[in-house]
């Protein structure tokens, strides 16, 4: 039955309201945070963390029975991982003042917190990135206001309960960490928009990915995951069905870097399907495939969310089919990937699309298909003893987290690799994320610089060029006419073409008085009178077209006077040089 429409404006009234006091009384924390020291901060991160870890199977029970998604065991293991394998990640980080010098450079880096996060937690995994969230903020000195998914809101507040009782008992400020209690869609765009917030972390649907986007603020979103694990000829089979097998149950596939489509070469396929049968995965017939994908995947291709976070055998009683009792995900072979195979999307439950490929290159190209359609930049699984094969992948793939020999899930958050350990992991360009890193408390700083000179400006930079002072202006009354040879129109504006003229005219002189090898100058580039002599009558010497810098050092050598004229063009080292040395002779000029 629907609600009234004036209960759903009064709710999302409340949830606006509601999104903007919290917003503020973070803003008012930040300052106070700010403030606090490397210690201090520590203190509140280990109290937080030790508070949130025996409550691990607690928050997982609240998950499961409130979204029904999931499994209380690896929920558990999701919460244990954010708050001991997050938490040991993170403890040592500098976070708080002087966090890095380069002494090479005469760099230091001094961190700033970003300001108040406000914090979307998905219905999906909503109690372990709750946790995960909370403890970057707050290692960061940043406020957080989480946002919880209608569908997950108990567990999720629940959560940020333990841990804010935890944090104000360390010294925390009472609005360091907040929450919505009245959700809506309305409520969390409000808070997203606010203008005391600096930053948002987003993990959700991919709508609100982009809700995200487009608050105008920065923001780290997460794309979908489309995870393909590729097992290569040279494979240890045995151990990447596990493993993928492992990823794909795990929390009942929920993770966005689930397994998705097993892609296998043809001459170890045989033995990867014997595997898979021995193992717990089932392969459907094709009919059996067709009815599932009915069912599975809605018109919108998108995963129906009755199937989210089931276990294999619950779907397929769902469907109508018989599997054996330890089935533990459910495989159907398809022919291609795009809208007319509906299985070769993103199906968070264990159902796995499956391919066979004639080798490595077909391999590498169905793999980026996959990816493709709805994973690009996220994550995705190479099983193979060949490094050039691996490698290959490793530069190929528009993946951002391609894990080697280990389950998608486990790999791409770094449990069983050296990936920084994190719930939030960025798909980059290829995903429509700011960064394709797994979000760390590092991405919720703004990094101050002090930066030292290495170089003074005077040694690193050429002297601007001196400005050419005007010729003087003779008094209204008295007339000096120009000598004849340089008799031109009153006029300053010299075009491209009388500049061409003259420098070709120079130039080819100086070419002919190469010839003497004594140096002399030639005859039309300076005059012939030495320093000291009476020279003669300026109206009775023709003054050079073009003086450079050369110029202007032979005739000091020289000991003689270059005769210019108003229109002459002087280079600004040639001027610097000749005014310093008393070189010039302005032809047609008064005297001063």
């Known amino acids: 039955m629907t609600a009234p429409a004036t209960a759903l404006t009064d709710r999302d009234l409340a949830s606006v309201q509601e999104a903007r006091r919290l917003a503020e009384r973070a803003k008012q924390a930040a300052p106070i945070l700010a403030e606090f020291s490397q210690l201090q901060i520590d203190a509140i991160v280990d109290a937080m963390a030790a508070a949130a870890q025996p409550c691990a199977e607690v928050f997982a029970r609240m998950a499961v029975e409130e979204t029904g998604f999931g499994l209380v065991a690896d929920k558990t293991q999701k919460n244990l991982f954010a708050a001991e394998r997050v938490y040991e990640f993170i403890r040592p980080m500098k976070t708080v003042g002087v966090i890095a010098r380069h002494p090479d450079r005469k760099v230091t880096d001094i961190a700033e917190p970003f ?67 009245v959700v809506s869609l309305e409520g969390t765009q409000e808070l997203m928009r606010h ?36 097992i290569e000829r040279t494979a240890d089979v045995t151990k990447a069905v596990s493993d993928i097998l492992t990823g794909k149950s795990f929390d009942n596939g929920v993770l966005c870097s ?48 009755a199937f989210v976070g089931k276990t294999a055998l619950q779907i397929a009683a769902q469907v109508g089919i018989q599997v054996p009792a330890g089935t533990r995900a459910l495989i159907v072979e ?11 999307i993103e ?50 793939k528009p993946a951002f987290r391609i894990v080697v020999n280990t389950p998608t899930t486990h790999g791409s958050i770094g449990l069983s690799t050296g990936l920084d350990p994190a ?26 610089r002090l930066a030292y000179e290495l170089r003074p400006v005077q040694a690193t930079m050429k002297a601007a060029p001196a400005a050419i002072p005007p010729p003087p202006v003779p008094p209204a009354s008295v007339e000096v006419p120009l000598p004849r040879t340089v008799q031109q129109p009153q006029t300053h ?38 320093t000291g002599a009476t020279p003669p009558p300026v109206d009775k010497v023709a003054p050079v077209p073009f003086v450079c810098e050369d110029d202007v050092r032979q005739a000091i050598r020289q000991g003689v006077k270059i005769t210019i004229a108003e ?26």
């Open 423 to 448: 719930m939030t992991l960025g798909c980059g360009g290829y995903g429509g994320n700011i960064t394709s890193d797994n979000i760390t408390p590092m991405h919720l700083l703004n990094i101050k």
């Open 115 to 181: 300001g108040v996060v406000a914090a979307i937690v998905p219905s999906t995994n909503p109690t372990s990135t709750a946790i995960y969230k909370i403890l970057i903020a707050l290692k960061a000195r940043c406020p957080i206001v989480l946002s919880p998914h209608p569908s997950a809101a108990r567990c999720i507040i629940r959560v940020a309960e333990v841990m804010r009782e935890a944090a104000v008992r360390a010294g925390a400020p009472a609005d360091a960490i907040g929450w919505l209690t």
């Open 334 to 344: 398809l022919a291609g990937v795009g809208r007319a195979y509906p299985l070769s």
């Open 347 to 396: 199906k968070l439950c264990p159902v796995l699309a499956y391919y066979e490929v004639a080798d490595w290159r077909e391999g590498c190209e169905r793999c980026r298909q996959i990816l493709r359609y709805g994973g690009m930049g996220h994550t995705m699984s190479i099983h193979s003893r060949d490094d050039g094969i691996i490698l290959e992948f490793g530069l190929k």
């Open 493 to 530: 504006e010299v075009g491209a073409a009388a500049v061409q003229q003259q420098v070709a005219s120079f130039l080819a002189g100086r070419a002919a008085s190469q010839v003497d090898t004594a140096g002399t100058p030639p005859a039309a580039s300076v005059s012939a009178t030495p």
């Open 258 to 305: 689930s397994p998705n489509a097993v892609v296998a070469d043809v001459p170890v396929a045989g033995e990867v399907r014997r595997e898979f049968a021995r193992q717990g995965g089932h392969f459907l017939t094709a009919a059996e495939g067709d009815r599932l994908a009915t069912a599975l995947v809605t018109p919108q291709r998108l995963p129906n969310p």
């Open 195 to 230: 203008r005391d917030v600096a930053v948002i972390l987003a993990t959700g649907g991919l709508g609100l990915v982009r809700a995200a986007y487009s608050a105008g603020k920065p923001a780290y979103g997460v794309g979908p995951g489309n995870a393909p694990c590729y």
């Open 567 to 592: 229109r002459t063009i002087v280079t600004p080292a040639a001027r610097d040089l000749a005014e310093a040395h008393r070189i010039f002779i302005y032809a047609g000029w008064p005297k001063t």
